[in-house]
């Protein structure tokens, strides 16, 4: 069995930007949304605000690049801007505003965006993770 490949805090580069593919909001992803949450559905053709949060951390599994191997999640500061409605489609843009090194590790702080169909950011945010060095063992 293979490892799957990974990025280390070595790798990260500040001021580095990735976009996702894109993804439609379904009433299937509403449905099971409300279901998980038990949310009473004000409107079915609303989207909940936590969703696409909840859907960037996905998207960005869709880039062909390892992901970073992240020790612990930090922090998360993230502002709605305006509701989505079913059949809008998203993307997330995401940059690395800054990283510091540790011993082991380092902190990297993204800002990402998630995107309407139109090009308007409709959420924005930082995330704060703790992500590992790369060790002897993991040396490229």
Known sequence: MSAVARSYFEDVTVEHVE?????????????????LTRELAPDPALVPD????????GLGWRVPKPPL????????DWQVLRQLRVGDTIH?????????????????VEEREVIDQRG?????????YLV?????ENQA
């Open 69 to 76: 191997e992240v020790l612990a999640f930090m922090g998360l």
């Open 92 to 108: 997330s843009r995401s940059r690395i505003a800054s990283k510091r090194s540790m011993r082991d590790g380092g902190v990297v």
């Open 50 to 57: 936590l969703l696409p949060l909840c859907f960037t951390p």
């Open 19 to 35: 976009e996702t593919p894109a993804l439609t909001l379904t009433e299937a992803h509403v449905s099971i949304y409300h279901g």
């Open 120 to 128: 308007e950011v409709v959420q924005r945010g930082r995330f704060t």
């Open 132 to 136: 590992a060095k790369r060790s002897k």
